[in-house]
């Protein structure tokens, strides 16, 4: 372990402003708070003020704990939607719809979910903990390889405002890998918590900002963002060969199938190719197919030196094309991703969490924490954090070789794979059809693992550790 502990994250701030925090004597918690709220800043289109996540916990010596401030779903029996709009991104291979407008959006969970952490596991002040993403969004911060390509492919989210277009231009073009992104507005916004008690401040000032903003939508009451509570849950918990698994528990769906892929390999020795392969077929979800979208999604794993662990989870869809106000910030399009919505849209029977996959995960043997990990990808999600358990664990690899190997993943009956590096021909698959890509790529998700001794960040989507 370095003197302060082990980072891993999507972005190099994010990964430094967490690190920033352990040097200045915060602990795991603090880091963490720290870096997603640096996130909002430089990886934009992966998460938000306005978005949701979950927080996977542990204080030394204290039994793992969830908090899930995912996004929720309104009550919206009787209401005229407005303001929701198709929009079709397209990736190279596919072309994927989505939904957007403030009619997309549904009740925000990330602030409330800090401000809550932090209150219970904090140990640095909470205006101490977003002063760096004040500073960097008036500084700028550099686009990544992973987010270049984003900005291009989500063109039409962009698009959806002229002031968030504005954002990503430089000269009239798409800002690209290595060119500043700046967000002064959201640096004003995000000042505000330098000087105000955050959980007033929330519900006295950002609930009525907000409320205003997604009145356009005519979903989203000022009751339901004042209303809105985070949940503590106990995660998941599974042996595997000598390890404890600790997972994101329902509503989320994505921890179940993970543990369910892994009963599959908990008798076997070191896996390849076909053993993956079965243990993701008993990871597919029953009932509605899962969409293929990119997952604007962001993940961050810290272990500090005292082995506090914090693997977070956060994200904003692909987001909803419009800003709030004046505050830079863009929300989430929860209620416009199709496969969040498998009523149909606007038709959740009542006000509840919205069921995803994200699976922030910690690892331990003989009760001490030994990894904690989490992925970005969607639907892929759940499949990038199973390869990535199996190599670490079933075939012993190292933290890089386990990110950095050949992944598989099964969509709608079809396996996709990475070039399969050493693991000799592709055949024997019992899906009938194969997708063989020809190099890695971001759909294949990007877990971010630290460990006690060692971390790594998902080259796939530019990821980054310390």
Known sequence: MGAFGTVAGGHKDTVDAAENILKDGGNSFDAAIAGVFVSFVSEYLYTSPAGGGALLACKKNQAPVLFDFFVESPKTKGREVGDFQKIVADFGNTKQSFHIGMGSVGVPGVLPGLIHVHKKLGSLPFSVLVEQAVF??????????????????????ISGSEKIKNLFLKEGSLLKYGDSFYNPEMGSFLENFLHEDPESFYINDVCSLFFEAFSDGGIIGLRDLVGYSVKERAPLVQEHKGYKIFTNPPPSTG????????????????????????????????????SSSVGSTTH????????NVASITTTNGVGAGRL????????????????????????WPKKQRI?????PTLVFKNKEPVLALGSAGSSRIVSAIICTLANLINNGSSIEEAVSSPRLH??????????LKGWGAVSGFKNKEVVSWKEKNMYFGGVNVVGVESSFGDDRRSGYSL
């Open 355 to 359: 069921p995803s996959n994200i699976a």
């Open 255 to 290: 921890g179940t199938m993970i543990l369910n892929a892994l009963s599959s390999l908990s008798k076997e020795g070191a896996v390849g190719p076909k053993e993956i392969e079965k243990a993701l077929m008993l990871a597919q979800p029953f009932g509605e197919a899962r």
């Open 300 to 307: 961050l794993s810290i272990i500090d030196k005292n082995k």
């Open 410 to 419: 099964i969509e709608n009956g079809v396996l996709h794979h990475e070039p």
């Open 136 to 157: 960097l969004a008036k500084k700028g911060v550099k686009v990544s390889k992973n987010q270049e390509y984003l900005t291009q492919v989500l063109a039409p989210v």
């Open 324 to 347: 709030i106000g004046n505050t830079g910030v863009m929300p989430n399009n929860m209620l416009g991703e199709e496969h969040l919505n498998p009523h149909g849209f606007h038709a």
